[in-house]
């Protein structure tokens, strides 16, 4: 006796495609091959996949409702003459929902009356060329037996494929070219992406296993460090190194940003990991609005100092006396 495709899922014969999906899903990752090494779980998990063909499909299941075990023969009339076992293995009253044996009227006469028999002229072998596909012979009126109706073609497979920015890419946006399975594609890059961003390419994915369309292509974007520069939110941070005569008494320096190089005030007296904030140079939102250039001044000493030189600082450094940690405590 056929296994019934509900129970091997375990949902009702109401079940929802959700349900089914669901079921679905956890029995197929509990009785996976690769889990369960055996012949036992290799034919229970194709069980599944079986049913889980059928029922998921509006069209197989409908049939499998009505006409069960045999709803494939019966969809595509492949019953040649009589099915295995002879006609009598047949229970017409399952099959086609107590509408009673064709053409059998109360009394078993030809008539369709109050017992709700068919009617058909041609009798018994009429009947199953209409309803199964004319047993390899063609309907009646010379006409072509109708074919099985067939799937429409099938979209391919959502590919996922990580692409590496620049930082100044994803900030300015632009043209990026990349290869995939040995295919040249482009993509433009919208200007503020951030790191692990996905971005979507309709149609440029897997191919249709049937003549439909291909799939869509999802980028999941990793942006790479900058030397210089980081981001924080839309803001773009900057360490700058600057001299001590540069900080002590100030000065004007040139510094990149997105949207070209923009001149620096450094004040006098400017002590290291001061930050100065250029409003307007960070990273470009949505709304076109961008955020600002954080800069954190940075004081180089030379990597060496003449005596002279050292002298100097002597001096500077007695003329401008300091308490710099009075207060440092644990």
């Known amino acids: 006796m056929a296994e019934d495709l509900y129970q091997t899922l375990g949902v009702t ?8 999906k669901k079921a679905h899903r956890k029995l197929a990752l509990k009785f996976h091959p690769d889990k369960n ?3 036992d779980a290799q034919d229970r998990f194709k069980r ?6 059928v029922l998921s499909d509006d ?4 049939a499998y409702d009505r006409y069960g075990a045999d709803f494939e023969k ?21 099959i086609f929902g107590g509408a009673g044996r064709p053409g059998a009227g109360p009394g078993g006469g030809s008539g369709g009356g ?3 028999g068919f009617n058909f002229e041609g009798g018994f072998g009429d009947f199953f060329e209409q309803i199964l596909g004319g047993g390899g012979g063609a309907p009646r009126g010379g006409g072509r037996a109708r074919p099985a109706p067939q799937r429409g073609p099938q979209p391919g497979a959502t590919v996922r494929h990580e692409l590496e920015l620049p930082l100044e890419v994803a900030v300015r946006g632009g043209e990026m070219e990349f290869y995939l399975n040995e295919e040249k594609l482009g993509v433009t890059i919208p200007p503020g992406v951030s790191d692990g961003a996905k971005m979507r390419l309709r149609h440029q994915g897997g191919p249709s296993p049937n ?17 210089h520069f980081r981001r924080n939110g839309q803001n773009l941070e900057l360490t700058l190194p600057v001299s001590i005569s540069e900080a002590v008494l100030g000065t004007s320096v040139d510094v990149p940003t997105p949207s070209g190089t923009v001149t620096l005030t450094i004040p006098a007296n400017s002590s290291g990991g001061r930050k100065l904030r250029l409003k307007g140079q960070g990273v470009p939102s949505k709304s076109g609005t961008a955020g600002d250039l954080i800069v954190t001044l940075q004081i180089k000493v030379p990597d060496s100092i003449d005596d002279e030189s050292q002298a100097l600082l002597k001096q500077f450094a007695e ?12």
């Open 48 to 53: 599944i996949q079986e049913a889980y063909d």
């Open 37 to 39: 090494p055996g012949k």
């Open 211 to 227: 003549g439909g369309q291909r799939g869509d292509l999802i980028l999941i974007i990793k942006v790479s460090s900058h030397p």
């Open 13 to 20: 014969r109401s079940a929802t495609k959700d349900d089914i």
């Open 319 to 330: 003329r401008n006396p300091q308490s710099l940690r009075d207060d440092l405590a644990f």
């Open 59 to 62: 069209e197989k299941r409908a």
């Open 114 to 116: 109050p017992g709700g």
């Open 74 to 94: 019966v969809r595509g009339g492949g019953y040649q003459g009589a099915p295995p076992g002879g006609f009598d293995g047949l229970d017409l009253e399952q």
